[in-house]
C-alpha cells in the first residue's frame, strides 16, 4: 500500500512541475503589457525589462528605457523597471500605490526567484528600489526631478538607473540611455529564464521516471493462465 501511495505522490508532483513549466512558458511569452489581473508589472516584468503601466509613454523615452536597461545589464547591473502611474497600474495591489519602496520590495520577492537582478519603481511619489530579497538605498536618486505622467515617469527612471549603476561601481558609457536596442527581454534575461525553464523541466522528466519504475517495481503480476 505505501509503494502505491509513493507512486501517487510522484504522479502528483510531476503533474505540479508540469503546471509550473506551462505558466512559466507562457509568462515569458508576454511582449507587452499584461491586461489587469493580481499584479501585472510582477507578471510583465518576467518576460522584459520594463512595465509601463497603462499610461501612454513616449516612443522616445521608450528606447531610453530599453536602451539604458540593456546598458546597465552589460556593465553589471541588470535591472527591471516598473512605471506606476496610477492605480489602475497595480491591478489587485492597488493600496500600493503612493508606496514606491515598499512595492519594489514587493515586486522583488514576486520575481526575484527567476530572473534575479535590481527592481527599480517609479511613482509620482518617489523611487523604490530592491534586490535579493531586502530593499536597497535610494540616497543617490536624490534631486532627480520625476516629471508629470508615464513619460515623465520614464524620464526619471533612466536617470535613475544611470546614478545606481555608477553608485554601485558600475558606470555606464556615455550615450548609454541613446544606444539602439531591440525592445523587449534582453539576451541575458531570456537565457535566465530558460536556465529556470531547463531545471524544472529535468525535475519533471525525473518525477515522471521515477512514478513510472515505482508503479512498474511493484504492481503485482497477472496469475497464470488457468488453462496452462
Partial sequence: MQYVCRARLLATLCWAAALIL?????????????HADGDPASDVLIGQDLFPGYGTLSPKITDELYSVTSAAEHAG??????????????????????????????????INPVVGGHILVVMPHGFGLASGGRPQSI?????????????????A??????????????????????????????GAS?????????????????AISTAVAARRRHTPARP?????
Wanted: net charge negative.
Fill in 139 to 155: 540616497a543617490s536618486l536624490s534631486g532627480i526631478p520625476i516629471g508629470p505622467g508615464t513619460s515623465g515617469l520614464g524620464a
Fill in 190 to 206: 531570456i537565457d535566465r529564464a530558460l536556465e529556470t525553464l531547463l531545471v524544472l523541466g529535468a525535475l519533471a522528466a525525473l
Fill in 22 to 34: 506551462f505558466v512559466l512558458a507562457c509568462t515569458l511569452a508576454l511582449a507587452g503589457p499584461a
Fill in 77 to 110: 547591473y541588470p535591472v527591471r523597471i516598473a512605471l506606476i502611474d496610477s492605480k489602475q497600474d497595480l491591478g489587485a495591489v492597488p493600496q500600493e500605490f503612493g508606496h514606491p519602496e515598499k512595492y519594489a520590495y514587493f515586486l522583488d520577492y514576486e
Fill in 157 to 186: 527612471a533612466v536617470a535613475a538607473t544611470e546614478k545606481l549603476a555608477a553608485a554601485a561601481g558600475h558606470p555606464l558609457g556615455s550615450g548609454a540611455a541613446s544606444a539602439s536596442v531591440p525592445l523587449g527581454a534582453s
Fill in 224 to 228: 497464470a493462465d488457468a488453462r496452462h
